[in-house]
């Protein structure tokens, strides 16, 4: 039992001591965050700390994970201040975590960074944290989605919007399915139409039936009937 003891103390002041400064390496540097993380202590999560001011992205997003993850107490607060970092893995890491915290403060950044941000990965998961922290103001947020030129990221907010306020995104979702050029979008409106459980949209799922060109499409509004019918 005492060797894995003695590994581990070894690994965290070798990791203690890069971390000082000894290697520049962002590999390295990554290698011993999670290192320090195996032993959090006060001192080594106040390391991990510093190396959210690390030049390299890739350590930087490292760094805040281990943080909010530990977690510490302004870990919420940390994901808050690099929703807008230069790197796109780190905004997409803050944005993962604010939306597993349903933080309800990062609505609006979280609803900036899905209307604006350059990297489709970040607004995709924007997309799916605010989901995950649902309310008015963030249904409001993914419906701007919809409007998104990449289908990965419509699919996303047509799956948040129909979970946050299913009431409201009858008419955003009937839109889709006639008008989206992307057959995968149109499956996923059908299918998000199914679970609104409103018998109001079987006639525009009736249309799709008759005039989509897709036979995914007519098979997944056809299947959305059958499941309001059976409400």
Same mark, same amino acid.
């Given at each position: 039992? =005492?060797? !894995?003891?003695?590994?581990?103390?070894? +690994?965290?002041?070798?990791?203690?001591?890069?971390?000082?400064?000894?290697? %520049? /390496?962002?590999?390295?540097?990554?290698?011993?965050?999670?290192?320090?993380?195996? /032993?959090?202590?006060?001192?080594?999560?106040?390391?991990?700390?510093?190396?959210?001011?690390?030049?390299?992205?890739?350590?930087?997003?490292?760094?805040?994970?281990?943080?909010?993850?530990? !977690?510490?107490?302004? =870990?919420?607060? +940390?994901?808050?201040?690099?929703?807008?970092?230069?790197?796109?893995?780190?905004?997409?890491? @803050?944005?993962?975590?604010? $939306?597993?915290?349903?933080?309800?403060?990062?609505?609006? =950044?979280? $609803?900036? #960074?899905? *209307?604006?941000?350059?990297?489709?990965?970040?607004?995709? #998961?924007?997309?799916? @944290?605010?989901?995950?922290? $649902?309310? @008015?103001? @963030?249904?409001?947020? +993914?419906?701007?989605?919809?409007?998104?030129? +990449?289908?990965?990221?419509?699919?996303?907010?047509?799956? $948040?919007?129909? %979970?946050?306020? !299913?009431?409201?995104?009858?008419?955003?979702?009937?839109?889709?399915?006639?008008? /989206?050029?992307?057959?995968?979008?149109?499956? %996923?409106?059908?299918?998000?139409?199914?679970?609104?459980?409103?018998?109001?949209?079987?006639?525009?799922? &009736?249309? *799709?039936?008759?005039?989509?060109?897709? &036979?995914?499409?007519?098979?997944?509004?056809?299947?959305?009937?059958?499941?309001?019918?059976?409400?």
């Amino acid at each position: 039992m =005492g060797i !894995p003891v003695v590994r581990t103390t070894v +690994l965290v002041i070798s990791a203690g001591l890069l971390l000082a400064g000894c290697s %520049q /390496d962002p590999t390295s540097r990554i290698e011993n965050i999670y290192a320090l993380q195996a /032993d959090p202590t006060e001192e080594n999560l106040g390391r991990v700390r510093g190396e959210l001011d690390n030049p390299d992205g890739d350590v930087r997003a490292t760094a805040l994970h281990v943080l909010v993850t530990q !977690p510490v107490e302004d =870990g919420s607060e +940390l994901a808050l201040q690099f929703l807008d970092d230069d790197h796109p893995f780190v905004r997409m890491t @803050a944005v993962i975590l604010l $939306g597993d915290l349903s933080v309800e403060e990062a609505v609006p =950044g979280l $609803g900036r #960074r899905l *209307a604006e941000d350059a990297d489709w990965h970040v607004r995709q #998961r924007a997309a799916e @944290a605010l989901a995950k922290i $649902g309310g @008015a103001e @963030a249904a409001l947020c +993914l419906k701007v989605g919809f409007k998104d030129p +990449l289908k990965e990221v419509r699919r996303a907010s047509i799956m $948040g919007v129909s %979970q946050v306020a !299913p009431a409201d995104s009858l008419d955003g979702l009937v839109i889709l399915l006639k008008q /989206d050029p992307e057959w995968e979008v149109r499956v %996923q409106a059908a299918r998000a139409l199914a679970g609104l459980g409103l018998i109001e949209a079987v006639p525009a799922l &009736q249309a *799709a039936i008759d005039e989509d060109s897709n &036979q995914f499409v007519r098979a997944a509004a056809a299947n959305a009937i059958k499941l309001l019918q059976q409400e």
